[in-house]
């Protein structure tokens, strides 16, 4: 059975910074691309970011291009995201997702209906 749990979330101020990861298991890590998606109360959920199964550069929403940092460690089963120069603006709930297998990233990464399966979330709150 897969599991995918996010940790790292929770209260800091505009300009801060937050580091997230995400651990998977019952899944061969290493074959799944990866990415972060973000849900803000009252809005669609949207993607963040996408990293490929062998790593390499990670696709960004242009809303966090500059400020954030995906990144994956195979060997640990963790996905991180790194997010520095926080806005209020980035105020939401964010899941960890899992792509089909051997998937890659592509144009259409940020789409809700490609994961496969998802984390339950954890909750980033940047005040002003």
Sequence with gaps: QVQVVESGGGLVQAGGSLRLS?????????????????????????????INSYGGSPYYADSVKGRFTASRDNAANTLYLQMNSLKPEDTAMYYCAVYRAYDRCSGSWARVSNPRYWGQGTQVTVSS
């Design 22 to 50: 995400c651990t998977a298991s019952g899944l061969t890590f290493d074959t799944y691309a990866m990415g972060w998606f973000r849900q803000a109360p009252g809005k669609e959920r949207e993607g963040v970011s996408c």
